[in-house]
């Protein structure tokens, strides 16, 4: 399968723990953005330029499964896969591990593509397609 894979690294901090020292629920979020926005930037796409061109992409689905609780200063593989080439529409798929290389969650979120002026969906930017062509066409 023809798909765009992009490897993100975050130590966990003490601010994003609960009493128990377990990452909270709802700072995965958070992790999973750096990872979609550092993702991104390394194929070449900026949100900062997708925003300046006109272009947002505001989250339209989220969903996460959680399989074991990440701990204060363990540093997180978070992997983000597209396994599709988007069209009005992009899917990112994550999947975090722990130090010890074991599976802590699997996600995923949903983005479309909104003109900002018109506040109307649009077909995924060129630049971002365009980067994104190599790793789904020969």
Do not use: W
Not at 26 to 50: C, D, I, P, W
Not at 73 to 81: G, K, P, Q, S, Y
Request: glycine share 2%; proline share 4%; aromatic share 16%.
């Amino acid at each position: 399968m023809r798909s765009y894979k992009y490897i993100q690294e975050i130590r966990v901090r003490y601010s994003e723990t609960d009493q128990m020292g377990y990452v909270y629920y709802g700072v995965y979020a958070s992790y999973f953005e750096v990872t979609r926005v550092e993702a991104m930037r390394n194929l070449g796409v900026s949100y900062k330029e997708l925003e300046l061109s006109g272009i947002m992409m505001p989250v339209s689905e989220y969903s996460i499964k959680y399989k074991r609780p990440c701990k204060y200063d363990e540093l997180l593989r978070i992997e983000v896969v597209i396994k599709e080439m988007p069209a009005a529409r992009i899917r990112f798929y994550y999947s975090t591990f722990n130090e010890q290389n074991e599976l802590a969650n699997e996600a995923y979120t949903e983005l479309f593509f909104m003109d900002a002026h018109k506040q109307r969906p649009v077909r995924a930017p060129e630049m971002l397609t365009n980067a994104l062509d190599n790793y789904f066409h020969e």
